[in-house]
């Protein structure tokens, strides 16, 4: 199933690489986050994979820079990866050119939601590591751009009686665990950050996420530009129900981060079901409370 135009993708990115630096406020953001998350881990990798880099922002981090020895980074825009220093190349996710056990560690930061199979591309980042290597990703989540996507949505429908995807589809952190489960992952472990963000208006929040390289890449997307009639009111729409009192408008942001390390037979397994030796409200020390009746035999 194909849910997005990978070279309009790549369109995209390769557009907004002249000015990124401009709009690049997110990505900052999460490569500090990640850089903080990889620094605490004790551990030095020999050899990594920065996939979806962009310009560069993740590798460059003071806080890694013993961390990893080399640190190879990887985008799907030539452009876009041509900004970045140290040793890189432009690939597609979908089609990871790295040999298997190859890696010590995989980050991603807001590259991985534009994939069409994102089990896929996990399977091929879990099979490029070496036993015991670790992925660390960022992808935006569910709740990303919710007040865009609603006043879209509401003024396509009361202007043109339809609707149309405007705005891409994401991860819900309810299945992002699973998703790395099924990649084979273990100790996968997920999280959420929301992050608002304020604007002057909608059409700066627009312009911010042209410069971001984020702009809709959906395969069913309408061909045709949105109406001006359609547009106006949907930045009227933002402004009634999200407005703030200063006149700009909140746009949020979900970043989920994704953590799982390759199997390796050093790893705690979990235990079976049943074979606890000790009750929890013993380890509490609270009286123990009946979660029902037990069925009838």
Same mark, same amino acid.
């Given at each position: 199933?194909?849910?997005?135009?990978?070279?309009?993708?790549?369109?995209?990115?390769?557009?907004?690489?002249?000015?990124?630096?401009?709009?690049?406020?997110?990505?900052?953001?999460?490569?500090?986050?990640?850089?903080?998350?990889?620094?605490?881990?004790?551990?030095?990798?020999?050899?990594?994979?920065?996939?979806?880099?962009?310009?560069?922002?993740?590798?460059?981090?003071?806080?890694?820079?013993?961390?990893?020895?080399?640190?190879?980074?990887?985008?799907?825009?030539?452009?876009?990866?041509?900004?970045?220093?140290?040793?890189?190349?432009?690939?597609?996710?979908?089609?990871?050119?790295?040999?298997?056990?190859?890696?010590?560690? &995989? #980050?991603?930061?807001?590259? !991985?939601?534009?994939?069409?199979?994102? +089990?896929?591309? =996990?399977? /091929?980042?879990? %099979?490029?590591?070496?036993?015991?290597?670790?992925?660390?990703?960022?992808?935006?989540?569910?709740?990303?751009?919710?007040?865009?996507?609603?006043?879209?949505?509401?003024?396509?429908?009361?202007?043109?009686?339809?609707?149309?995807?405007?705005?891409?589809?994401?991860?819900?952190?309810?299945?992002?665990?699973?998703?790395?489960?099924?990649?084979?992952?273990?100790?996968? &472990? #997920?999280?959420?950050?929301? !992050?608002?963000?304020?604007?002057?208006? +909608?059409?700066? =929040?627009? /312009?911010?996420? %042209?410069?971001?390289?984020?702009?809709?890449?959906?395969?069913?997307?309408?061909?045709?530009?949105?109406?001006?009639?359609?547009?106006?009111?949907?930045?009227?729409?933002?402004?009634?129900?999200?407005?703030?009192?200063?006149?700009?408008?909140?746009?949020?942001?979900?970043?989920?981060?994704?953590?799982?390390?390759?199997?390796?037979?050093?790893?705690?397994?979990?235990?079976?079901?049943?074979?606890?030796?000790?009750?929890?409200?013993?380890?509490?020390?609270?009286?123990?409370?009946?979660?029902?009746?037990?069925?009838?035999?």
């Amino acid at each position: 199933m194909l849910l997005f135009d990978r070279l309009l993708v790549q369109h995209h990115r390769n557009r907004a690489a002249q000015n990124f630096e401009k709009h690049d406020f997110l990505i900052h953001h999460i490569a500090q986050e990640m850089a903080e998350r990889l620094s605490a881990i004790d551990r030095v990798f020999p050899k990594g994979l920065d996939l979806g880099s962009h310009q560069g922002a993740l590798v460059a981090h003071p806080l890694l820079k013993d961390k990893v020895e080399t640190f190879f980074q990887c985008d799907l825009s030539p452009k876009m990866v041509a900004k970045a220093h140290g040793p890189r190349f432009a690939a597609d996710e979908e089609r990871l050119p790295v040999a298997e056990e190859s890696l010590n560690l &995989v #980050t991603s930061v807001l590259s !991985l939601h534009w994939t069409n199979d994102l +089990p896929g591309a =996990l399977i /091929q980042i879990n %099979r490029s590591l070496k036993p015991d290597g670790l992925f660390l990703g960022a992808v935006l989540g569910g709740a990303t751009l919710h007040e865009l996507r609603t006043s879209l949505s509401e003024a396509e429908v009361e202007l043109e009686g339809g609707l149309s995807p405007r705005v891409s589809p994401m991860v819900d952190l309810r299945d992002a665990g699973s998703l790395l489960q099924r990649a084979g992952f273990g100790l996968p &472990v #997920t999280d959420s950050e929301p !992050l608002t963000v304020r604007y002057k208006s +909608p059409f700066h =929040l627009m /312009q911010e996420l %042209r410069g971001m390289g984020e702009t809709n890449a959906v395969l069913d997307r309408r061909k045709t530009p949105l109406r001006r009639k359609t547009l106006l009111r949907a930045v009227e729409i933002y402004q009634e129900k999200y407005g703030l009192e200063d006149g700009r408008i909140p746009a949020t942001f979900e970043v989920i981060y994704l953590t799982g390390w390759a199997p390796h037979e050093s790893q705690q397994k979990p235990l079976a079901p049943g074979s606890a030796r000790t009750r929890l409200a013993d380890a509490l020390k609270v009286p123990e409370q009946s979660a029902g009746e037990k069925t009838s035999q």
